[in-house]
Nanobody, 124 residues
Framework: VQLQASGGGLVQAGDSLRLSCLVS????????MGWFRQAPGKEREPVVS????????HYVDSVKDRFTISRDNAKNTVYLQMNSLRPEDTAVYYC??????????????????WGQGTQVTVSS
């Protein structure tokens, strides 16, 4: 499984961005897709996840009502729509694919497949 994230950039507080994660390879191995982020000097943290087939997204509290995850299985792509961005959302955003179908938000896992990350910078 290979993941390619894109869509990051430099925006102002209150703006929106949409990240994309293109999935290729053995997609049948995927149970859950997730977005994580890592700010400078901090650990990588989960943001949102969604089952690869069926199910709904699960969000951390800090992004609820601002971020929306979606998927297009026909295009093998997962999206993260980010609205009302804040400076504290600044981080490198990674998409990940977990072989297990998770209940709730996907935790960090060394067994997951990871994309290369895309930088999101929100200025105040």
């Amino acid at each position: 499984v290979q993941l390619q994230a894109s869509g990051g950039g430099l925006v102002q507080a209150g703006d929106s961005l949409r990240l994309s994660c293109l999935v290729s390879g053995d997609t049948f191995k995927i149970g859950t897709m997730g977005w994580f982020r890592q700010a400078p000097g901090k650990e990588r943290e989960p943001v949102v996840s969604i089952p690869w087939r069926g199910g709904i997204g699960h969000y951390v509290d800090s992004v609820k009502d601002r971020f929306t995850i979606s998927r297009d299985n026909a295009k093998n792509t997962v999206y993260l729509q980010m609205n009302s961005l804040r400076p504290e959302d600044t981080a490198v955003y990674y998409c990940a694919a977990d072989p297990r179908r998770r209940v709730g938000i996907m935790p960090y896992s060394n067994n997951a497949y990871w994309g290369q990350g895309t930088q999101v910078t929100v200025s105040s």
